[in-house]
């Protein structure tokens, strides 16, 4: 049977330093783009690639029967799932881009799913060292303290971020919705981490968060903490939130989000 959520998080969370350690450790020594995927933007390093084979082989340590789903090397990373149905989602590096410029808004995301749902999650900056946390039912944390979202009520007074995908036609859908909501909020943020940009809305730093094309690992653990602290996420019309869309605000705030959002036809487009 599957092991409590807290063991789960217990084992993220050494993980998760250990990995950002190593993340922040190549930063210093220098770090270059070693690959291009998609386009020029989307770049991998030899740090993305060093810290999830780290991560891989510290959870098959800690627990050899879990399924690990990763960024970089794909679902076949951590073999087969086992008996108590644990698969471990792992971003090595969010926020790629900023790591490889040395800005410091990139983290290693680290969550544990049973049975399909996200129980724990991690989400640790890599530069700063900061750390939030969650457990299922058990609420978000930063620094022994419990994480609430913004109280805001007025959607144009809120502080909303959001993030672009790799591929140019998304980007110009995205940047077209981005100019049709701006008057309607009090600012946008695209900051280049997704994980980070959840977690800053779980303690009220950010109001807001929605973004189309999100990955898996982009979501877990970020996810995980943004409902645990208050906020819904959802997608558009009713769907989960997923690579169609991405949704994440304080209840007073979903439904004028969601209406705009959905006018705009944020989660269509290529
Ligand atoms: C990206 C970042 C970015 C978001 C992209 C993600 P990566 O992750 O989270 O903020 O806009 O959708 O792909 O590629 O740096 O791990």
Known sequence: SAPPSH??????????????????????????????????????????????????DALRRARPADAVLGEEYGPGGGGPAGPGGVRW?????????????????????????????VVAGVVRNVVTGEEWTATAGGGAHRAGTRLRCSTETDLGQALVATGFGYDPARRAHQARVVAELIPHVRDIRRMGAASLDLCLAAEGRLDAYYEKGLAAWDLAAGGLIATEAGLRVAGLRGRPAGPDLVVAAPPALFEPLHAHLADLDADGGP
């Open 7 to 56: 063991d789960l998080l217990e084992i993220a969370v050494e993980v998760a330093r250990e990995a950002a350690a190593t993340a922040h450790r190549m930063r210093a020594e220098g770090v270059s783009t070693v690959a291009t995927k998609s386009t020029v933007t989307d770049v991998v390093t030899a740090a993305d690639r060093a810290v999830e084979r780290q991560v891989v």
């Open 89 to 117: 989602i792992v971003d090595p590096i969010d926020g790629t881009v900023n790591y490889l410029y040395g800005l410091p808004y990139c983290a290693v995301s680290l969550a544990a799913e049973v049975d399909g749902e």
